[in-house]
């Protein structure tokens, strides 16, 4: 079976470098031209655990990046599209990007002889595929869903990190159908993947994914929420974290208070949910105050260390940590940039390091902060150091000899560093 990837970013690249190592013959295409260059040199245009090592396996052999759409969709039996979406400013989903590929697949459809099977990866609000996406797609290619191509929805539920792990076991596959057997052929091309398949409707995929996002996001601003809470009583809230996990109903995962969640996903898919729920006259006060606590989150850490210290401005300060989480060097959305604002709006003077995420942190605060090349530079300086990201290599109390830390992620287990030296965001 041929596949085609529309959009070459976490999602595109992994999926399509996963179908590679399965065997599929995989053309990605995307209109960056660079990133297109990187890949077909077998070079990760991103951080991400085992993507470069099957890129040299594959590229070259079942696996290529290509600019042209056209050529990519006109060979495939199976064409994902993958590409971003984003938010606008009030929250809504922003659906440009997806419609120029959607536009970009139909032109190139045109001239496809055969069936074929176009997939929609991106995650995209519920009703958004059969009501936007499939009439664009039948008025640009001049073809008719059923007779000329068949269309599906199938989420991804990757974790930047950790994605290729995911793609290759993942927990689940959600395939949406247009009529009960459009799908068909993606079954086939998940047959050997060990996992549970669940088909429904176009919407109830869409929904499917939202949800677990969102889910997700609330988990963690309810234990954050809890954490507040448990700072008041100077109670160790991963204790209690702990304590409720030993119920088989509620789980340990994603019960990690900290400073909220960041990343491309989390947070702008529950601003999406909430806009479009109001948009269809539902006011979701739960998915509004899962927002409005992680808005507050990170600032709070900021708070502790001034109620601690008392002025932060004209401070050294060390930032431990920039990407969203570890393992990756996104910093879209990530935590540390409102921290980081916050230290600089209070006048406090600033440093920071990250293993993974220098690039992008100098193309957000540029000359505002100082940049050091690993974690004792950063720290050798600076008075106060707020630990952002949980890099294993922070957990280091040597590091922080004579230093008061601020921990916005739990990096020491109790009794590791003294409570004097280290404050926690919320514990
Ligand atoms: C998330 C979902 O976990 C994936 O299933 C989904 O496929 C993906 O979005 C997507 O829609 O593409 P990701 O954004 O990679 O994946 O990150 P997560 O691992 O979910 O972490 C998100 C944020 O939550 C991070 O900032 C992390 O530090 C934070 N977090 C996570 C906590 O603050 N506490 C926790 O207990 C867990």
Same mark, same amino acid.
């Not at 990837?5 to 399965?22: D, E, H, K």
């Not at 993958?82 to 659906?95: M, N």
């Given at each position: 079976?041929?596949?085609?990837? %529309? ?23 995307? %209109? ?7 890949? +077909? ?28 759409? +056209? ?63 499939? #009439? ?50 993606? /079954? ?78 989390? #947070? ?38 001034? +109620? ?46 990250? #293993? ?40 280091? #109390? ?8 601020? /921990? ?17 965001? /919320?514990?």
């Amino acid at each position: 079976m041929r596949v085609a990837i %529309i959009g070459a970013g976490y999602v595109g690249l992994v999926t399509g470098t996963g179908l590679a190592s399965r065997g599929y013959d995989v053309s990605l295409a995307d %209109i960056d031209a660079q990133k297109v260059a990187m890949i +077909n040199q077998s070079r990760a245009p991103f951080h991400e655990a085992g993507l470069e090592p099957l890129l040299q396996k594959l590229v070259g052999k079942n696996l290529r990046a290509t600019v042209e759409t +056209n050529k990519a969709v006109t060979t495939a039996d199976v064409v994902f599209i993958c590409v971003q979406t984003y938010c606008q400013d009030d929250g809504a989903i922003d659906l440009t990007h997806i419609k120029q590929a959607v536009t970009s697949v139909g032109k190139a459809l045109k001239n496809r002889e055969g069936h074929s099977l176009v997939i929609i990866k991106s995650t995209v609000i519920p009703g958004t595929t059969e009501k936007v996406l499939l #009439p664009l797609l039948e008025k640009t290619s001049g073809k008719k869903e059923g007779e000329d191509f068949r269309i599906a929805v199938n989420p991804e539920f990757l974790r930047e990190g950790r994605a290729v792990e995911d793609f290759l076991n993942p927990d689940r596959i959600v395939i949406g159908e247009l009529e009960n057997d459009s799908g068909d052929v993606l /079954c086939q091309l998940y047959q050997d993947f060990n996992a549970p398949v669940l088909r429904v409707d176009l919407m109830t995929a869409e929904m499917i994914k939202y949800a677990s996002n969102v889910f997700l996001a609330t988990k963690i601003s309810f234990i954050n929420e809890i954490g507040n809470i448990c700072k008041k009583l100077g109670i160790d809230t991963y204790k209690v974290a702990q304590g409720m996990s030993l119920d088989s109903r509620i789980s340990p995962h994603f019960l990690s208070a900290g400073i909220g969640f960041g990343g491309s996903c989390l #947070p702008k898919d529950t601003k999406a949910l909430v806009s479009a729920a109001q948009e269809w006259g539902y006011q979701p006060s739960l998915l509004q105050s899962v927002i409005k606590v992680n808005d507050e989150q990170p600032l709070r850490l900021v708070e502790v260390a001034a +109620n601690s210290v008392r002025e932060l401005s004209q401070r050294k300060v060390a930032v431990l940590g920039l990407a969203f989480k570890p393992g990756t060097d996104d910093m879209r959305d990530a935590p540390a940039i409102k921290i980081i604002n916050e230290l600089l709006r209070r006048g406090a003077l600033v440093t920071a390091y990250d #293993p993974v995420a220098m690039d992008n942190a100098r193309g957000i605060f540029g000359k505002q902060i100082e940049y050091a090349s690993n974690a004792e530079d950063a720290v050798s300086d600076a008075e106060l150091v707020f630990i952002v990201t949980e890099w294993t290599e922070f957990n280091n #109390p040597a590091l922080y000899r004579g230093k008061k830390v601020f /921990c916005g992620r739990r990096v020491f287990s109790p009794g590791q560093i003294s409570n004097s030296d280290c404050e926690g965001v /919320c514990w």
